[in-house]
């Protein structure tokens, strides 16, 4: 199926949010794998976005970086009836839960609004004239809330977002459902756990914490640290979007994760005592840094997905051990002091003595 696909003529695909973290592993193994495709990369550059990820690719014939902020309904409008894109891959958003606490409203702005604004420049371009046409939102587990000690997130849960965050993604699940059903607007939407691996802004958890690590700070640890996550390696996320992209039945949605649940205390335990191999400390060492701090402000305890569905239909499942996916990940930052030392100047001093303030 996906050869029958590969062989169609070129495709003009527009993905949203390709220098921050997902995007641009998802943009290097689109242009790389799709030399018929052409790419086009819009983003703003927030502090979340960085060239630097895509250095390796940016000279490739089959893509294109267009800036520009997807708030700006009128720029994005222009760049829809300009480039006369096929398909969207939308990434771009307001991602870490902590500045939503902080600042809700550029969540809608960017999470809601700025998917408005795909959806109605994507369809007065396509003037219902939806033939081969597509509108792949990525979206996130944090949309169905919380989970007790037992269960897993299916594709049917009730959606019950706690943070800003979440209802900002939840929202725009909502809009890009309606637009399918309202006006026929082929979609797909994907919902993922936590991805970790190269190229993550250190303000998640794993990329802050080995920052930390290599510069003997504090690891602030949240309420209890008892809190479950289900991660994922970033490139089985790229992956799987590539699958439900070219193979992903339309006005459907496809639940993606790790099956590998981990409570924090127990994950940054893991991540603390291979720091102390690779940096030759002696063991212990990192973990004497572990400071718990005030908890999370409505803190979802649990999440972990059921990913059958697009194992079943797609034939998707991670490819790599989260032992071989946090060792990949430590040794990318320890090789990549210079893009931790970029990306962690200027304005990200001011955000960490904002957040973590005593
Ligand atoms: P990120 O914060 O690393 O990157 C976001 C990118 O979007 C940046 O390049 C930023 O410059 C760009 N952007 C932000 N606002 C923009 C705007 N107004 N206009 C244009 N570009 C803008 O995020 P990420 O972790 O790579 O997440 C990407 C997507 O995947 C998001 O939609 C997120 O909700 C979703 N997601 C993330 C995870 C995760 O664990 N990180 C898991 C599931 C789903
Ligand atoms: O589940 C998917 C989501 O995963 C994505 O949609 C989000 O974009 C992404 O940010 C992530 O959200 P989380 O809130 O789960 O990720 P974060 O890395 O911020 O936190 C992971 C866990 O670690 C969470 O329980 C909070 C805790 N934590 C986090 C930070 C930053 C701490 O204990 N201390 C910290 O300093």
Known sequence: MQDQFHKSESLKILLTGGAGFIGSHVIRLFVNKYPEYEIYNLDALTYAGNLENLEDIEAADNYTFLKADINNAVEINNLFEKYNFDKVIHLAAESHV????????AFVRTNVIGTMNLLNAAKALWKDNFKDKLFYHISTDEVYGTLGETGLFTETTSYDPNSPYSASKASSDHFVRAYGETYGLPYIISNCSNNYGPNQFPE??????????IQNKQLPVYGDGKYTRDWLYVIDHAIAIDLAFHQGKTKSTYNIGGFNEWQNIDLVKLLCKIMDEKLDRVQGTSEGLITYIKDRPGHDKRYAIDASKINKELGWKPSVTFEEGLEKTIDWYLNNEDWLKNVTSGKYQEYYNNQYKK
């Open 98 to 105: 902590d500045r939503s606490i902080a600042d809700p409203l």
């Open 204 to 213: 998640k958890l794993i990329p802050l914490f080995i920052n930390n690590i």
